[in-house]
């Protein structure tokens, strides 16, 4: 037993101390906003629970980074990374001149391709129940100033 690593997955390891780091960055940036109280809370509330809830899921990540069994090869898979990297560069090229449902449709359908299981109907699926999510939430719940649909 001695002979074994302490973390026996690197991958994991990696995951949970990147979202520590990134979950302290919120919590330190949120005390500067005033947190409040449960009655009255502050502008820096919500940020402040939402690193706290991620510093707990990454403490988690890294912990049984440590008690997975040991494998000595980790596959590195590029096709689910390459994909969600152009899902979010297509949104941020399309937003603007197609309007929020579009890019949205665009960059679920483009991101579920990630994974090569997925079938062309359950990225059309997954990207008509986004765009319709999103349309309610953001734009009819929230109504933010973003057009729906945008010609030109």
């Known amino acids: 037993m001695a ?3 302490l973390v026996k997955s690197w991958t994991n390891a990696v995951a949970g101390l990147l979202t520590i780091l990134v979950c302290l960055f919120f919590l330190i940036g949120a005390v ?3 947190i409040g109280s449960i009655a009255r809370m ?3 509330f919500f940020p402040a629970s939402l690193g706290a809830i991620g510093l707990v899921l990454g403490l988690t990540i890294l912990v049984n980074a440590m008690r997975e069994p040991f494998r000595t090869s980790t596959q590195v898979r590029f096709r689910p990374f ?4 152009v899902s979010v560069l297509l949104f941020a090229l399309v937003v603007d001149s197609s ?17 090569s ?4 109907w359950e990225a059309l699926a997954l990207a008509v ?16 100033p973003i057009p729906a649909i945008a010609f030109g």
């Open 3 to 5: 002979d074994e690593p």
């Open 32 to 34: 500067s906003y005033g």
């Open 42 to 44: 502050g502008p820096g």
């Open 82 to 85: 390459t994909f969600i990297l």
């Open 99 to 115: 309007g929020l449902i579009p890019a949205i449709a665009l960059a679920g359908f483009v991101s579920a391709l990630g994974d």
């Open 117 to 120: 299981r997925t079938r062309i």
């Open 129 to 144: 129940f986004l765009s319709g999510g999103v349309y309610l939430v953001f734009l009819q719940l929230l109504a933010l």
